[in-house]
């Protein structure tokens, strides 16, 4: 590579493309000083649960959008076909999203294999890619590198054999999040999710776990010390414990009574209660990374508190996974006609019924919706009747030949009259 270009790497801290040689683990195993990893603990489950479930329930399309006018129109490829089928061998598309979302979450970058063929183009030298699915990596070594100005990507099994597949690096979709403290991957500088804090978190909370039910169990076990006036023998004291203890047991009163001076002194070991504001402390310093609220966690939330943590943690997400595959699936003559994925995630179907009415409702008179969209909206099936629309409104595109027709005619342009309530 050029000297120019050796500069310009070394001024966007990249290292130096001879002797790159970045090896990523695509399933690292993350740190932590209570359990394997992070995962072990049910509220950092839950949590990334709940972002990997809404991502879920999305769908993705192959696009043309177009503007002047915006117009999106579903392709008809392969692409689509892959995603309404088996996106691979093991899966649809729903876990294929809830499987990203999870490898992405937890490592911040996620590793997609595009398989496809190379199918010629008749008439010319040139081939297209058919593809056949996407494979999310989760059990390889991932190395980058560079060869021949080009950069590379060679996978190995995570035991460190043979290598399996060596591609460029542009084939291989790769979605990170929290992008910026390392050139060339999602994360903090070592490209992998810093979850030192968290570890801290997970061990206080795991000391308060542990600390609780052993008060529990000395307070109900341990009710004082008997101390006996008289110098026994050893044997003697060993009878006298032991009756003690059979009226102790016996006793329905809880009155013991002895031939044996002796006093008894009771010992009170309270169980200790932890303060709720230390505990809501601890649980919200493990889900906030994933931009979850307890609400959410909980399940039980508001439309509002849905919409922040969708605008939160669910769409950069699906942001970035589309983002993603578009840069890799088409070429750049194909994203200048308007080539692109999108996602569709119907956020309306997880507010409240009120709200869903308030939608339907708006968006009739203009047919924004269709009857059959707006059916679904509040969980009803198609009928298979046509959609109607008020008559106050005129389409844009024949405004003006609507305006002229009228002044041709003699005829001072209005609006058309609205539509007569029915009083019933």
């Known amino acids: 590579m050029s000297t120019l270009k050796n500069a310009i790497h070394n001024l966007l801290g990249w290292d130096n493309p001879h002797t790159y040689n ?12 209570f359990g394997k990893d992070i995962t072990a603990s049910d509220i950092v489950k839950t949590a990334i649960h709940r972002v990997c479930e809404e991502v879920s329930k999305c769908s ?27 996106v691979n061998n093991l899966c649809g598309l729903k876990d294929f999203l809830y499987k990203v979302a999870y490898i992405t979450l937890v490592n911040r970058n996620c590793f997609i294999y595009w398989a496809y063929d190379e199918v010629p183009i008749e008439g010319t030298d040139k081939v297209r890619r058919v593809t056949r699915g996407f494979y999310p990596i989760e059990k390889a070594t991932v190395k980058l590198y560079y060869a021949d100005g080009e950069m590379r990507a060679e996978l190995r099994g995570t035991s ?16 990170r999040l929290g992008y910026g403290a390392n050139p060339y991957l999602g994360g903090d500088a070592n490209g992998r999710g810093d979850w030192r804090e968290m570890l801290k978190t997970l061990q206080t909370l795991n000391v308060i776990q542990e600390s609780v039910p052993k008060s529990l169990e000395a307070s109900l076990s341990l009710h004082g010390v008997l101390s006996l006036k008289t110098l026994a023998e050893a044997d003697k ?14 006793s329905e009163l809880g009155i013991v009574a002895t031939d044996y001076e002796s006093t008894f002194t009771p010992i009170n070991i309270a169980t200790q209660d932890i303060p709720q504001t230390v505990l809501s402390y601890l649980r919200e310093n493990l889900l906030s990374p994933f931009g979850v609220s307890v ?15 969708y605008q939160t943690a669910v769409e950069p997400l699906l942001l970035s996974i589309t983002e993603a595959m578009r840069i890799t699936l088409f070429t750049p003559l194909q994203l200048a006609h308007g080539r692109t994925i999108k996602f569709y995630d119907k956020i309306v179907q997880s507010l409240s019924f009120a709200r869903r009415q308030e939608i339907a409702k708006m968006t009739q008179e203009d047919a924004l919706l269709s009857r059959s969209e707006r059916r679904e909206l509040l969980g009803y099936d198609p009928d298979d009747e046509p959609t109607r629309v008020s008559l106050n409104y005129i389409d844009t595109s024949i405004a003006n030949q609507y305006q002229l027709s009228a002044l041709s005619q003699g005829k001072k342009p209005t609006a058309p009259k609205p539509k007569q309530e029915d009083e019933t």
């Open 237 to 250: 004291r060993d009878i006298n414990r032991a009756e003690f203890e059979k009226h102790l047991f016996n």
């Open 60 to 86: 993705i399309k192959s696009v043309t959008e177009t503007h002047s006018p915006h117009r999106v129109t579903i392709a008809n490829d392969d692409i689509n076909k892959v995603f309404v089928g088996r």
């Open 22 to 33: 970045r090896v990523v683990n695509a399933n690292s195993v993350l740190f932590s000083s």
């Open 160 to 175: 460190g054999g043979d290598i399996v597949l060596d591609l460029p690096y542009s084939d291989l979709i790769h979605i």
């Open 295 to 309: 609400p959410i966690y909980l399940g039980k939330y508001t439309d509002d508190e849905f919409t922040a943590f």
